[in-house]
């Protein structure tokens, strides 16, 4: 690939609608944007300000400026005070919607406004309570009793549905609000978070690790959830969720056009062409994200942790424009990578500071950035290395239909997944590389599943998880050789089934010798960890060989199955896939069953 | 210059091309021509290395078509033009110049003066604005801003007017005489005739005839004789025109007997006129045929 001709590629990528906006459009263009950023921001920093001033609260011309209710008055932005009498008050005479005087006395209008302002002002009496009460230099004299929290690591649910903590296997210590960036939580509960530095704060709700003493009321404490570092992190996703809707429009245009042949029909290679049409979508989405870590308070690690998934948001809707035929379908497959890609990276993030399976999303590592965790190798490896291996093949595969057979014609989708895996067949030592290739899907399939599983009881989800640990991996086994069969790369003879089924199933058990990587983060402690990614069961030189070779065996039987299934033609291969699947989850039932 | 050697594609289980082996010489214009479906555009798009063929070669220079090194000594303008019409002719030209490598003042200077050649005015305004003769020469342009020795054009006047047209036809004939390998289909044969050094003609996937155009006449009846009488003669094929019956033969021998004939019967011989069949005759007497089969 020539580097020059990439960016010529990916400039004129850039410019070539350039000229159709005319100055007027590009000015209102960056109005809009700036005034989005200033609006946004100011929303996010202090709420808006839209309720500022919205109620106003009538107090006795006669207090005394050292009122307290004047002080709460003075602290809640939005009410707003005017001096008057009770009577005035009472006679309509006056714009306040509420009125207090004394000890005892808090009075609405009746309104339905008044109502609001009456239930609105006691809140805020309380919250400047309790804020007084923080900043009572006797810490003891304020909040007279102590209580010590521990949060524990949750158990799986067991098959009867109950679950157990165990305190000493590493609870996560804490409550309350971290320290450092923000204050304590509000007494309803809220975020009250104040950053420091003049940054956008990181609202603190929910704990981080390490042991803490903090002074509140029972109604602050709250879980250990990173709900503001949480919903920062997800301002990382939301702006590759638009950029892949113009990236999924540019590659499907050239095809809807018949644009791309004349590119074809040049010395730039196919791989060239894609890489100069992908590459200013890539560099905006992480010029944001390196915009937003900066603006977030993150460190680079954010921006490491949100580049594989701009790269899988990418390859994700490259594949799906090359096999869309018409941007009707474009729509349907972008708005399901955004759905799916949005949910595979969002909800375990939730539990980043629960559960080891919160790194099988790489904006976890976000999440950690911005509440100042450290991120060991071993966990951003595993966190983001299936993401980057993803999207490579997502793009070799992509890349495979981009040719002219492929991109101009009315083709049903199925031919073209087939087309796109045979253009990567070359031979029979592409058999296993593919394999090999697939074990990232299948890594990221089944930790999916563990992660939808793991709340679910044993008994549901173990079965669920031995059958569908098992067609993923037959899946990811099995696809290209059918491919490669019916589209005559193979013959379809029942030695070059034993051979490829073989070749394929050796492949497929290197490939999976990589999953290992999960043992950085003890995820096959979990029980439905173990059900997919196995564990020791002895200590015995060869019976760990022994049982080192049985998968590759297992792997090479299956592989052979579906394989001559798929020399006969799609109908056997589909019964020959379903036979080695339950032969499959049969075997992983057989070693669940022995390490129990 | 062009060698394909027993070309199959296939698409499913449809057979495009069948078994098409063929050469074409340094400096030839080559006719592809055939009705709709005949396979002309799979063998030119083999050629241009946009299709994989299912069996055979096709090689360009001595180098397999799709070779990157033989897209850079190759035009190839497709029967439509699907052009980037948000960009102006100028800078469309020269993104596609930096994409064959061809140095940035060259470029500039070789399209210009193809613009010039082509008569295409309006250079900076958008290719969305331009008409569809402007179009067409905007991508004839393309097609030689690498100044290739290999040119494949898939029907180049295709939908215009005949004055583009024949603008068109009177270009590629200048490419030809300026040393270009031209590679061209049309569906007027009046063009392919002018200007077409040999020719093949193409049905169902197949050659069904090949060779210059004496060669196509001299394989499908050549040179024929119309000889116009007043009475009706059993020489050669007997047609009723114009009050008169004529007779077509293919020699003066024919020729001298269905003379002899006539006088016997009492008739004269009003006219004789030779006649050479056009590759349209050729072509229409070739598809009933196929047709047929």
Partial sequence: ?596 | MIEVSNLRKEYGGFVAVEDSTFSVARGEVFGVVGPNGAGKTTTLKTLAGLIEPTAGTATVAGLPAGDPETAAILGFLPEESPLYEEMTATAYLEFFADLYDVPRAVARERIAETLDRLDLEHRERRIGNMSKGMKRKVAIARALVNDPEVLIFDEPASGLDPLTTNYIVEFTRELSEAGKTVVFSAHNLFHVESICDRVIIMADGNIVARGSLEEIREAHGGTTYHVYATVETAVGVAVRENGHVRHTVSDMDAVDDVRRRVETEGGRVVDIQTHTPSLEEIFLDVARREEAR
């Fill in chain 1, 1 to 596: 690939m020539r580097l020059r001709r990439i960016g010529r590629i990916a400039r004129w990528e850039v410019t070539k609608g350039a000229g159709t906006l005319d100055r007027k459009t590009v000015f209102a263009l960056v109005v809009l944007a700036l005034l989005v950023g200033v609006v946004g921001v100011s929303a996010f920093d202090d709420g808006g300000g839209l309720e500022d001033g919205i109620y106003v609260v009538g107090v006795d011309a006669e207090s005394a400026e050292g009122d307290p209710y004047r002080q709460v008055v003075a602290a809640s932005p939005e009410f707003r005070l005017e001096e008057t009498t009770i009577t005035a008050f009472r006679l309509g005479e006056s714009d306040a919607d509420v009125f207090v005087g004394g000890p005892r006395l808090l009075e609405s209008d009746g309104s339905t406004k008044g109502d609001a302002a009456y239930a609105a002002f006691r809140d805020a009496i309380e919250r400047y309570n309790y804020e007084s009460m923080l900043a009572e230099p006797d810490e003891a004299a304020a909040f007279p009793v102590t209580v010590s929290v521990q949060y524990q690591e949750r158990a799986p649910a067991s098959a009867d549905g109950s679950g157990s903590g165990d305190a000493s296997s590493g609870g996560f210590d804490g409550s309350g609000a971290e320290g450092g960036a923000g204050s304590g939580g509000a007494p309803d509960g809220a975020s009250s978070g104040s950053g420091e530095g003049g940054g956008l704060g990181i609202p603190d709700v929910g704990g981080g690790l390490g042991e803490r003493i903090e002074a509140g009321t029972p109604s602050a404490l709250s879980p250990p959830f990173p709900f503001g570092p949480l919903i920062l992190a997800f301002l990382f996703v939301v702006p590759m969720n638009f950029v892949i809707q113009a990236y999924g429009s540019t590659i499907l245009d050239e095809r809807i056009k018949r644009r791309g042949e004349l590119l074809l029909v040049s010395p730039a290679s196919r791989y060239e062409i894609v890489a100069g049409k992908t590459l200013p979508y890539l560099l905006g989405l992480v010029a944001i994200v390196v915009v937003l870590a900066v603006a977030l308070e993150g460190g680079v690690l954010s921006v490491l942790g949100a580049l594989p998934i701009a790269l899988v948001f990418l390859a994700a809707t490259f594949v799906g424009a090359m096999l869309a035929r018409s941007f009707k379908e474009l729509t349907f497959v972008t708005v399901a990578i955004s759905v799916f890609m949005t949910t595979y990276t969002f909800v375990p993030a939730i539990f980043t500071e629960v559960t080891a399976i919160a790194l099988i999303s790489p904006l976890t590592i976000v999440v950690m950035d911005l509440q100042g965790e450290s991120v060991t190798l071993g966990q951003y490896l595993f966190s983001t290395g299936p993401f980057y291996l993803v999207a490579a093949v997502l793009f070799l595969l992509g890349i495979g239909l981009y040719r002219e057979e492929d991109m101009f014609a009315q083709k049903a989708i199925p031919a073209k997944v087939v087309d796109a895996l045979v253009s990567r067949l070359h031979g029979y030592r592409s058999v296993p590389l593919l394999s090999i290739l697939f074990v990232p899907f299948v890594f990221v399939g089944q930790l999916l599943a563990v992660a939808l599983l793991f709340p679910a009881p044993e008994a549901l989800a173990l079965p669920l998880l031995l059958v569908f640990a098992a067609a993923i991996e037959e899946l990811a086994k099995s696809i290209h050789v059918y491919a490669g069969i019916a589209r005559s790369r193979f013959d379809a003879s029942l030695r070059t089934a034993l051979v490829l089924g073989v070749l394929s199933g050796g492949g497929f058990f290197v490939g999976e010798k990589l999953t290992h990587a999960v043992q950085f983060v003890g995820l096959p402690d979990l029980p439905a960890g173990q059900v997919v990614f196995g564990q020791a069961l002895t200590s015995d030189p060869l019976l760990v060989l022994a049982l080192f070779l049985v998968p590759l065996v297992v792997h090479a039987t299956t592989a052979t199955i579906s394989a001559i299934g798929a020399s006969y033609g799609r109908t056997q291969y589909a019964a020959a896939f379903v036979l080695a699947t339950l032969l499959h989850a049969g075997y992983n039932l057989g070693v669940i069953l022995l390490v129990v």
